[in-house]
């Protein structure tokens, strides 16, 4: 069935097919958007489950260094990677980058200091606005207690690499410190 309307105003030659086709469309288009699938409900769920994640998370993390600072590991913690940071070489010349609370910072090191950091032998502390070079096992317990000041902690992968039997290039090896 057409619109009776629409018939009359073609006859009158005051509109063309296509304008009544697209009109037509148009029709359609609007009526399937105000259709709803649910969607907008379930992301602001999903939204919603995110934040009350967060917040839990914040809050355990705020417990757990209120008793941490309760029991005085945190300035113990504090003055032992002052003590034990390894001193960043004066001439070195390859650039460590890391990320740090969504914002990227770079350290100079050596190559032996490089290799030590992707091996997982040293971690990066950050505390007050300064870098600090420190062992892998004190590295593990300032994230343990305090998980905002670590700022590069090398973890193991359990992934392995899969390798397809006629592939061309299975014999070169592909290293993970490639410098570009």
């Known amino acids: 069935m057409a619109n009776p309307f629409q018939e009359q105003l073609l006859k009158a030659g005051l509109v063309s097919k296509q304008k009544v086709q697209k009109a037509k469309t148009q029709k359609k288009r609007d009526r399937?958007?105000?259709?709803?699938?649910?969607?907008?409900?379930?992301?602001?769920?999903?939204?919603?489950?995110k934040k009350a994640q967060a917040e839990k998370d914040k809050a355990l993390n705020e417990r757990r260094f209120e008793e941490a600072s309760e029991k005085g590991l945190?300035?113990?913690?504090?003055?032992?990677?002052?003590r034990l940071a390894i001193k960043l070489p004066q001439h070195a010349e390859l650039k460590f980058n890391y990320t740090f609370n969504n914002k990227i910072f770079s350290l100079y090191v050596d190559d032996?200091?490089?290799?030590?950091?992707?091996?997982?032998?040293?971690?990066i502390v950050r505390h007050e606005e300064t870098s600090y070079l420190v062992p892998h096992k004190l590295a593990e317990r300032v994230n343990m207690l305090v998980p905002e000041w670590c700022g590069y902690?090398?973890?193991k992968d359990d992934k392995t690499q899969v390798v397809e039997e006629d592939d061309p290039y299975a014999d070169y090896v592909i290293p993970d410190d490639l410098m570009w």
Do not use: Y
Not at 74 to 82: D, N, S
């Open 112 to 123: 032996k200091l490089q290799s030590q950091l992707l091996n997982g032998q040293l971690g």
């Open 153 to 155: 902690l090398w973890v």
């Open 32 to 49: 399937k958007a105000k259709v709803d699938d649910g969607s907008a409900a379930l992301k602001q769920e999903i939204a919603a489950q």
């Open 74 to 82: 945190v300035r113990g913690l504090v003055t032992e990677f002052k």
